[in-house]
């Protein structure tokens, strides 16, 4: 018996990264999944986006964990697209238990960004999880057996970034958002939640764009070169924590496990957000060279 049998878990930017490690994290205890992706890029993110051929494969790799998976490829921006996937879920599984409100990119800019970036950003990160909440709660309500939302903020949703100034105040709107919608969820025992990551060992990372961010490159920044900055961000000796980790977050947090908990701004952060001022003791002896 897996702890989401008999749940249906729609779920946005599945093709890759947290999304489809959420689909299999949630398939591999019983749910069935319905994803969607962008499927091409966007200006305001300097890396690539998830394509139809990483869509197919999170599919693939659902179906090996013996369970159905439904996919369609669809802008969170586009209220149209997301509801009818919603229909076609309830068309196919008759409900709709779980709601991740995943999909998200990153843009590198302080205040000076174009404003077409910054509403790319806003957008997709904080519009497009209100539109993902909006497009499945109907179904949920009429339902009649509660359910779980789970949105993806971030370690900047709690707590300022640098050069991340779009990025961060979508990810604090999300916190707002997820606040919201659990005091007016809660009489539909509807809870809503958020999980606060620190840097993620998925494509949002690792690209040339953000590892040189991190690494003060102008270019040619490797995995390695951001090994030690990434790993000052963290209280806890480790850079990149992986997406199954906050998968298992997910799914506490859909399981009869989290029944009672809502409203919550999770950090899965390796201690990110309460890191003292100050250099880390570790990162101290590694500079100094001990």
Same mark, same amino acid.
């Given at each position: 018996?897996?702890?989401?049998?008999?749940?249906?878990?729609?779920?946005?930017?599945?093709?890759?990264?947290?999304?489809?490690?959420?689909?299999?994290?949630?398939?591999?205890?019983?749910?069935?999944?319905?994803?969607?992706?962008?499927?091409?890029?966007? *200006?305001?993110?300097?890396?690539?986006?998830?394509?139809?051929?990483?869509?197919?494969?999170?599919?693939?790799?659902?179906?090996?964990?013996?369970?159905?998976?439904?996919?369609?490829?669809?802008?969170?921006?586009?209220?149209?697209?997301?509801?009818?996937?919603?229909?076609?879920?309830?068309?196919?599984?008759?409900?709709?238990?779980?709601?991740?409100?995943?999909?998200?990119?990153?843009?590198?800019?302080?205040?000076?960004?174009?404003?077409?970036?910054?509403?790319?950003?806003?957008?997709?990160?904080?519009?497009?999880?209100?539109?993902?909440?909006?497009?499945?709660?109907?179904?949920? /309500?009429?339902?009649?057996?509660?359910?779980? /939302?789970?949105?993806?903020?971030?370690?900047?949703?709690?707590?300022?970034?640098?050069?991340?100034?779009?990025?961060?105040?979508?990810?604090?709107?999300?916190?707002?958002?997820?606040?919201?919608?659990?005091?007016?969820?809660?009489?539909?025992?509807?809870?809503?939640?958020?999980?606060?990551?620190?840097?993620?060992?998925?494509?949002?990372?690792?690209?040339?764009?953000?590892?040189?961010?991190?690494?003060?490159?102008?270019?040619?920044?490797?995995?390695? *070169?951001?090994?030690?900055?990434?790993?000052?961000?963290?209280?806890?000796?480790?850079?990149?924590?992986?997406?199954? *980790?906050?998968?298992?977050?997910?799914?506490?947090?859909?399981?009869?496990?989290?029944?009672?908990?809502?409203?919550?701004?999770?950090?899965?952060?390796?201690?990110?957000?309460?890191?003292?001022?100050? /250099?880390?003791?570790?990162?101290?002896?590694?500079?100094?060279?001990?």
């Amino acid at each position: 018996m897996g702890r989401m049998d008999g749940k249906v878990a729609f779920i946005t930017g599945g093709g890759r990264g947290q999304g489809r490690s959420h689909a299999l994290r949630l398939a591999a205890e019983g749910a069935r999944i319905v994803i969607c992706d962008l499927g091409h890029d966007v *200006d305001a993110c300097p890396y690539p986006l998830s394509t139809e051929a990483d869509m197919a494969e999170t599919v693939r790799l659902v179906e090996e964990r013996d369970q159905r998976c439904l996919s369609a490829i669809a802008d969170v921006r586009d209220e149209a697209a997301l509801t009818t996937l919603a229909e076609r879920a309830m068309s196919e599984f008759g409900r709709i238990d779980v709601v991740c409100a995943n999909a998200g990119i990153a843009s590198i800019g302080s205040y000076d960004i174009p404003a077409e970036h910054w509403d790319q950003v806003l957008d997709i990160n904080l519009k497009g999880v209100w539109l993902a909440c909006k497009a499945a709660i109907p179904h949920m /309500i009429a339902g009649g057996q509660g359910g779980s /939302i789970v949105m993806t903020s971030s370690a900047a949703g709690l707590n300022p970034f640098y050069n991340f100034m779009a990025y961060t105040a979508a990810k604090h709107g999300v916190i707002g958002l997820m606040r919201s919608l659990a005091a007016e969820l809660a009489p539909h025992s509807i809870r809503v939640n958020a999980i606060c990551p620190t840097m993620v060992n998925t494509g949002m990372i690792r690209n040339e764009a953000i590892q040189n961010l991190f690494a003060g490159k102008e270019s040619g920044a490797t995995p390695e *070169d951001i090994e030690f900055p990434a790993k000052t961000l963290n209280l806890l000796p480790v850079s990149l924590i992986e997406a199954v *980790d906050l998968s298992n977050a997910v799914l506490y947090l859909s399981s009869e496990e989290g029944r009672y908990v809502t409203g919550v701004a999770l950090p899965v952060d390796a201690g990110s957000t309460i890191q003292p001022a100050g /250099i880390p003791p570790w990162s101290f002896e590694a500079l100094m060279g001990g």
